[in-house]
């Protein structure tokens, strides 16, 4: 097709496109000629995205901080973006299932991997110092991490596993989510008093995430999973896909944080609290909670030492510098 054909065949396109909005084609071409040349700063916002760093210290290492934990942020909405995808999906494409959850999978790497700029990246006496005026707020306050479990699994899985077995999908999503593992980390052990943190994030947030449980029930990942004809829930890619999905989200990314917390909080075998008053040795290590988004995926064994050795490293200081 010759140069003056192609384009008299998209202008044609173009005015089948716009005929039904109510303007001639000629009315957005001159739009188009009036319109400014698309920059990179422009397109991304590039100027708003560097001004969001506002530190409340005059601690260098403060704006580090800050920085990750917004790198952290965009990471979980590219993860929410790939989630949203498997669950809206109605066609059950095995292809279209396996490559989402590594995508999800490659997130979550990435944020493993960086996380030695929480870990190596900041002076411990800064940090110490700063994150006094960051009380009460605390990376636990994340609500899009909220989402992405709620997106995962159902809502009974996300009970804290002490109290797992007295619920099932029967009991109703407010009542599931008055028992959800992560309230326990904010919660004074003595008096049951919940932590200003908490209460807080309850307070902003508790209306959405149920809403989103209630839009996703029956329909979270792993329940996706569990609709695949049975030839495709046997496929070992897809399966070693979702089990990465778990150990990165349940175990790898909490470990962490665990790391990072150990390295800042902890010294000479005594605990310092973390930011909004969270336990943080009770909170974080993946075999004290247990969560697990695909569990029909392990055996008995596996569901049994779920993180365990994982956190003894950790917690042994010949292991750690």
């Known amino acids: 097709m010759k140069k003056d054909e192609l384009i008299e065949s998209q202008i044609n396109k173009l005015e089948e496109k716009f005929k039904n909005s109510g303007q001639d084609l000629s009315s957005y071409l001159d739009g188009l000629l009036y319109q400014r040349y698309l920059t990179y700063w422009d397109y991304i916002h590039l100027d708003t995205l560097l001004s969001l760093q506002v530190p409340r210290t005059h601690f260098p290492d403060e704006e580090i901080f800050i920085m990750y934990h917004q790198i952290t942020e965009l990471y979980f909405k590219l993860i929410l973006h790939e989630e949203k995808q498997i669950v809206d999906d109605k066609s059950?494409?095995?292809?279209?299932?396996?490559?989402?959850?590594?995508?999800?999978?490659?997130?979550?790497?990435?944020?493993?991997?960086?996380?030695?700029?929480?870990?190596?990246?900041?002076?411990?006496?800064?940090?110490?110092?700063?994150?006094?005026?960051?009380?009460?707020?605390?990376?636990?306050?994340?609500?899009?991490?909220?989402?992405?479990?709620?997106?995962?699994?159902?809502?009974?899985?996300?009970?804290?596993?002490?109290?797992?077995?007295?619920?099932?999908?029967?009991?109703?999503?407010?009542?599931l989510y008055e028992h959800i593992y992560w309230k326990k980390g904010a919660t004074d052990k003595k008096t049951g008093e919940k932590t200003l943190t908490l209460k807080q994030f309850e307070y902003r947030y508790t209306p959405r995430l149920i809403r989103i449980a209630n839009q996703v029930n029956g329909s979270t990942i792993y329940e996706k999973y569990l609709s695949l004809p049975k030839s495709y829930q046997e496929n070992a890619t897809l399966i070693e896909a979702l089990k990465n999905l778990d150990i990165n989200a349940n175990v790898n990314w909490p470990l962490m944080h665990m790391g990072s917390a150990y390295r800042y909080l902890s010294k000479d075998k005594a605990a310092v609290d973390a930011t909004g008053g969270t336990n943080w040795k009770n909170y974080l290590p993946p075999s004290f909670q247990k969560i697990i988004f695909f569990p029909t995926l392990y055996t008995e064994t596996e569901l049994d030492n779920w993180g365990k050795q994982w956190v003894e490293h950790i917690f042994n200081p010949e292991n750690n510098d």
């Open 92 to 175: 059950q494409d095995l292809d279209f299932f396996i490559s989402k959850a590594n995508r999800i999978n490659s997130y979550f790497q990435a944020l493993t991997s960086s996380f030695s700029i929480m870990i190596n990246g900041m002076e411990r006496e800064q940090f110490l110092r700063y994150r006094m005026a960051l009380l009460p707020a605390s990376g636990f306050q994340s609500a899009q991490y909220r989402m992405l479990e709620i997106y995962a699994t159902p809502m009974e899985n996300l009970v804290h596993h002490t109290e797992r077995e007295k619920y099932s999908n029967e009991d109703s999503i407010d009542e």
